[in-house]
């Protein structure tokens, strides 16, 4: 392919999202995956799509280190996917794909990146949207979540 007239000082290469305000927004899991760590650990990396308002389609992560050699990162994982699991009213699932395009409330915040030393967006805790966390297995139907642009 011909690049000629190509020039790349001419093209902004930091796409920047404005960060989402601290707060609660409506939103589901829409992709999962478990991914190695540097150190012989495994995370489970859950990709979260906001579902209405004007941050509606934006993306934020979660990743849960279900295997790492600090027990209190794996507790802090474990705690977190079970309010995941409560929020959702999904218990016992055997997948994570389970936990897909089931509506919950996310708790956003903002903290600075220890490596850039930017500000970025984190979500730090989960919650029902109906206000009732699950105690026992339900059956729910999954919302119909927007389709992503790419």
Known sequence: MNLNGF????IETKSKFELLQKGQYRACIID???????????QLVL???????PAKGRILFANLMLKHAS???VEIAKRDLAKICKAINVL????????HNIELTICVS?????????????????QSSSG???TADVVREPIE???TPW
């Open 145 to 147: 979540t927007p389709k």
């Open 47 to 53: 990709r979260f799509q906001v579902l209405s308002g």
């Open 7 to 10: 020039d790349a000082a001419q």
């Open 71 to 73: 027990s209190q990162c």
């Open 110 to 126: 903002v903290k600075k990146n220890g490596l850039t030393l930017e500000d970025e967006n984190i979500i730090v805790d989960f």
């Open 32 to 42: 999962s995956k478990m991914r190695p760590t540097k150190n012989d650990g495994e």
């Open 92 to 99: 016992k699932p055997s997948d994570s794909s389970e936990l």
């Open 132 to 134: 009732v966390m699950a």
